[in-house]
């Protein structure tokens, strides 16, 4: 089936060290995303592509930097990871096209993140 | 802005209780987009619908259904003899149109309705 991947499910990493999550995805989408989730609160879109167009939002802090090296694969890079940067980090993807607005989104299961 | 306020925070019921998960928005386009998720205990968000701002019809679809009402800017969701296989949270959401522009695919989120059934 096609689907949304992301790996691993759980990551635990310490205060300071660079952590990478990974998210690729067999459904040939153009967008993917990358969505921060805290405990009991709304998913917070963090950033987007568009194809290769990298599309930051404006209170993702620098700390965030994400990678797409090719359509089915998008990395979020955590430079340095705080304790508040402990949530669960879920990866979508949809498929637009110009004049078109579809924006159903596909999620993957979430990597929880766990920072000591 | 746009805005997504869905004012229970928890709802508890009894299997086979009809509930309704209410959601208010706020936008000031013209054409956008609605959708209720749901999101189970392992993590996932699921998707369950998606409507255009166009489109006032009311929409069945098996045990759930959905009331769109643009004149009051809610767009609730019913689900009929609730079963404990419906226990989540569930997210309304709403995203503009984005045909040409560069925000593309933008979800704004509610806080979110936990659903407890119990058997």
């Known amino acids: 089936d096609a689907m949304v991947i992301q790996n691993p499910r759980y990551q635990v990493t310490q205060f300071g060290k660079p952590v990478t999550l990974s998210c690729s995805q067999t459904l040939n989408h153009n967008v993917m995303y990358w969505y921060q989730q805290k405990s009991s609160q709304a998913p917070k879109l963090l950033f987007h592509?568009?194809?290769?167009?990298?599309?930051n939002e404006a209170d993702t802090p620098d700390n965030f930097q994400s990678r797409r090296p090719n359509t089915s694969f998008c990395f979020l890079d955590i430079r340095s990871p705080g304790l508040g940067d402990a949530a669960m980090y879920l990866c979508?993807?949809?498929?637009?096209?110009?004049?078109?607005?579809?924006?159903?989104?596909?999620f993957g299961p979430g990597t929880r993140l766990t920072v000591l | 802005a746009q805005k997504v306020t869905q004012a229970q925070t928890e709802i508890s019921v009894v299997e086979k209780e009809d509930v309704t998960l209410d959601c208010v928005y706020e936008?000031?386009?013209?054409?956008?987009?609605l959708f209720w998720y749901k999101q189970p205990p392992s993590g996932e968000l699921v998707f369950l619908i998606r409507r255009n701002s166009f489109d006032e019809q009311n929409e069945i679809s098996g045990r759930y259904s959905w009331n769109f009402q643009k004149s009051t800017s809610s767009f609730n969701f019913t689900i009929t003899a609730s079963q404990v296989v419906d226990s989540a949270v569930y997210f309304c959401?709403?995203?503009?149109?984005?045909?040409?522009?560069?925000?593309?695919?933008?979800?704004?989120f509610g806080q979110g309705t936990i659903l407890t059934v119990h058997p």
């Open positions: 959401a709403l995203s503009e149109d984005f045909s040409g522009g560069t925000s593309y695919g933008k979800l704004t």
């Open positions: 592509y568009y194809d290769k167009d990298f599309n």
């Open positions: 979508a993807t949809s498929k637009e096209s110009p004049g078109l607005a579809y924006n159903e989104q596909f």
């Open positions: 936008t000031r386009d013209t054409t956008y987009y």
